[in-house]
């Protein structure tokens, strides 16, 4: 007797292959597939109670302390760009320094933001580089704006992200990251190896927090 397929799949890879990972005010499951954590589609925050969380970040585009932080994405990432790339960072926020600090250092950059920045006409055309940082542990349909990033890319472009990275269960239970109220998915090493793997891209691993793929000039 074939055991009843669950109530939701992964959001990432659409596999129905999952299990319960760890509980404690919420319910994460972990895929088999691609080894995405996750939270129970139904204790996701609505829109208006994300938007107030999000409200109360307080990001200031010339903060020091917040430039080094995104600081350890920018310096590789600009590294490995021909000068005057454009590019688009990807979930901003309501301060949106690293896009004013790849501008500062000559790369042409603009910004979205479901929230804050909500020109959808700018996720229509291709970027040398996209940059996604601390954002993607927020998406409700990682497979969906996985997807979309990667169109938005240019062949040989780069997509820079910046999110922690799930570790074993134990550090799983323990860990802070999972317990922001807006946090719902969970990557690891594993997970984007995976994804790397699936879509013919080259992918570097900096720092504890720092992911950078390569879309190759063919694909």
């Given at each position: ?87 688009l960072d990807f979930g901003c926020g ?15 950059v603009t910004t979205y933001d479901p ?105």
């Amino acid at each position: 007797m074939s055991l009843p397929l669950p109530a939701f799949c992964c959001p990432l890879c659409d596999s129905p292959d999952h299990a319960l990972f760890h509980q404690d005010h919420r319910r994460y499951h972990k895929c088999a597939r691609c080894r995405l954590i996750f939270v129970e589609p139904g204790q996701r925050l609505s829109h208006d109670a994300e938007k107030a969380e999000y409200d109360l970040h307080q990001n200031d585009t010339q903060d020091a302390g917040y430039r080094r932080f995104l600081s350890r994405l920018a310096t590789p990432l600009m590294a490995r760009l021909a000068p005057g790339s454009e590019g688009l960072d990807f979930g901003c926020g309501p301060g949106p320094a690293l896009a004013a600090m790849l501008n500062e250092a000559g790369f042409a950059v603009t910004t979205y933001d479901p929230y804050y920045a909500n020109h959808a006409q700018r996720l229509q055309r291709q970027y040398d580089f996209v940059t996604c940082t601390e954002a993607i542990e927020h998406f409700y349909s990682p497979g969906n704006e996985w997807r979309r990033l990667l169109a938005m890319l240019r062949p040989g472009g780069w997509l820079g992200l910046m999110t922690k990275l799930a570790r074993d269960q134990a550090a799983f239970a323990t860990w802070h990251y999972k317990q922001d109220p807006t946090h719902v998915c969970f990557f690891s090493r594993d997970t984007f190896a995976w994804l790397a793997q699936r879509d013919g891209l080259g992918i570097e691993f900096i720092g504890a927090d720092v992911i950078l793929l390569h879309k190759p000039e063919s694909l």
